[in-house]
């Protein structure tokens, strides 16, 4: 069963979600964004690793970085079974007051329909009782969406809501989140379409169940604003998506019920070489300006 105070965060907590969770494929490009060469790393797939987690750990133990405004962080498999300050990541992260979140999807298949379906995902069942016993709250997994293909849209949306239900399973929250691309020129009818099925999906819903839905910053501001008070719905975040975090948070604060759950705008302006006190600064920054925009509307 989930943690109630934690469920109690996640559904009423005024703030956002940090999303720490860079995988295999993301890590190179956020490791040379904060300032670390890539000849530190270069084939070195233990090395990169070793730096990405070195940069989490600075960022989750920096003091703005804690459940005042940050509500929950999101983990990649290889951060939730890490350390920080000499404790389990989710652990260190809950005394902190920050609910703690796993991705747990394997990445994208090629393009079909006009979409990109998650891989196949062996060993689920054991990678979330393990999240389970470090304490984990829920699990996110990420979808993307490039043109508005209804067939395309609605297999994505069965099977985020057909994982979810093994999530739920395990006593987790799920996060389903069917990333639309903001290159798509298309994007309004697509998000009307996602609308839809989304909400079919959560029609079809039985007991008491409840998922946690991660959509991109809509092309018509409260596009999903139906979303934000269905029953099966604990909350509506949003992802950054390419944009800035300025253009980002302008976005987000015309768009009623909905928090952030920002990664490369939370962290563009963060740099290895910065002192504890200048990172701690640079972050606090960014974490005013995205729990604002969440709590704040337009």
């Given amino acids: 069963m989930t943690d109630p105070i934690m469920m109690a965060q996640m559904v009423s907590g005024a703030g956002f979600i940090a999303a720490l969770d860079q995988s295999g494929g993301s890590t190179p ?3 040379k964004a904060y300032g670390v060469p890539e000849d530190q790393f270069a084939g070195d797939d233990q090395k990169m690793f070793e730096l990405i987690h070195e940069m989490r750990v600075r960022i989750i133990t920096a003091p703005s970085f804690n459940g005042r405004k940050v509500l929950a962080a999101i983990l990649f498999e290889k951060t939730m079974d890490g350390q920080a300050d000499g404790l389990p990541v989710p652990t260190a992260l809950w005394k902190r007051g920050v609910v703690p979140f796993l991705k747990m999807d394997k990445g994208l298949e090629d393009e079909a329909n006009g979409v990109q379906l998650m891989k196949p995902m062996p060993g689920l069942d054991d990678l ?6 470090l304490g984990v709250f829920g699990t996110k997994m990420r979808s993307v969406i490039k043109s ?4 395309g849209i609605a297999a994505i949306v069965k099977q985020q809501f057909e994982v979810a239900e093994q999530i739920i399973g395990h006593g987790l929250m799920p996060i389903i989140e069917p990333e639309v691309s903001i290159k798509a020129p298309d994007r309004a009818a ?3 379409i996602l609308l839809n099925e989304i909400t079919n999906a959560l029609n079809a819903m039985t007991g008491d169940k409840q998922v946690m839905l991660k959509l991109s910053i809509p092309a018509k501001a409260d596009t999903y604003a139906p979303l934000v008070g269905h ?16 253009e980002a948070c302008e976005r987000l604060s015309h768009n009623h019920g909905m928090i952030a759950s920002f990664s490369r705008a939370l962290l563009e302006d963060l740099r290895h070489g910065q002192s504890d006190e200048e990172f701690d600064a640079v972050l606090g920054k960014a974490i005013d300006q995205i729990y604002t925009a969440s709590v704040a509307k337009a």
């Fill in 29 to 31: 490009g956020a490791l």
């Fill in 148 to 151: 508005a293909n209804r067939e």
């Fill in 128 to 133: 979330l009782a393990r999240a389970v016993k």
């Fill in 231 to 246: 029953h099966r719905v604990a909350r509506v975040v949003a992802l950054s998506g390419g944009f800035s975090c300025d």
């Fill in 190 to 192: 697509i998000e009307d």
